[in-house]
């Protein structure tokens, strides 16, 4: 862009980034690309075999052991020994406790699903959340959506519904099960509803933000350590942790702990919107991820079907952003 001074020399002015533009442009990528790569993760560590043979109930019981202890890093990196004993609050504990729990099953329908269908249709499935948000918002406090926003949610259906079946009609590399499909809509159903609560347990509680994490992080880890015991040690055959191999140790760390460290810090420097859209996006990228490293087939159709499901969430997210501009 070029202007004229007041001594009439013409100047260019070039483009400027602040700091946290830029920040806020490497978490975008970061988040994006962490979303998509996390079911492709999940589905690696399986390694050659069909099903897991590490249990399911035991990464998510490390991952989140782990983010316990993260959280009360940071309580006391960030208010000392003050902040780390508000982390052992017996209140809190039991206020984010119900949470944590339905987080955890949350988990555990998102890692079972992989069993049966694969990473990119999984993902495909999530973006429903945005029907699913729209129901329980009408439903809850009577948000309604203009009859744009309803057309464009119908579309991300079709969009949805193509990629599953066109998928499985091809026989890409892809794999399909009614059962899976169920995992995969529950698990949506289950974020979703526990998304409303968390958000009224943060604006509520007064304790800062460590604290809360890691309260929130200590009854996870103890749900997931309850459905270890009992999925795997009394109804299982009593080996609590499966076969673990070096592709479980880079799920943990890769998949789930870096997962709710860049999901913190991305609503931390970016808003809901873009939060929505860059799992639009993480729908195409795992996709390639499928493509390129899990032996899945290039298949014009099912892209094709990825790519309307894409443009109907970023429409429908950009919908509601003008919306809510007009109302300002």
Known sequence: QACRSSTGVVEVLHPHFDGQEMSAAAAFFAVTTQRACHNAFIEWAKGDSA???????????????????????????????????KC??????????VIGFIYAMGDIFEMESVNYIDSSTYTVLSQSKLIVTALLMWGIDGTKQNLMQWFILFTTTAGMVEYVLVGKASSGGMTFSPFGVFLAITKVFISCFVAVLNQKALKTDK???????????????????????????????????????????VLVFFGFILKTFFNQYL????????????EAIGVLLVYFVKVALLGGTFIP????????????????????????????
Not at 54 to 83: E, N, P, R
Not at 88 to 96: G, R, S, V
Not at 267 to 278: C, F, G, P
Request: hydrophobic fraction near 50%.
């Open 301 to 328: 159709a099912v892209f094709n079907a990825a790519i309307i499901v894409i443009l109907a969430c970023i429409s429908y997210v950009l919908s509601k952003q003008a919306a809510s501009a007009k109302k300002e």
């Open 267 to 278: 609503l931390k420097v970016l808003d809901a919107i873009w939060k929505n859209i860059s």
């Open 51 to 85: 099903r897991a043979e590490y249990t399911v109930s035991s990464v998510i019981f490390v991952a989140q052991l782990c983010c316990v202890f993260m959280g009360w890093f940071l309580a006391h990196q960030s208010g000392g020994q003050k902040d780390l004993k």
């Open 88 to 97: 052992f609050d017996i209140p809190t504990l039991k206020k984010f406790s």
């Open 207 to 249: 304790s800062p933000f460590p604290v809360q994490f890691s309260c929130l992080k200590v009854s996870w880890a103890l749900a997931s350590f309850g459905y270890m015991i009992v999925k795997d040690g009394i109804f299982g055959g009593g080996n609590l942790f499966g076969v673990w191999t070096w592709r479980t140790g």
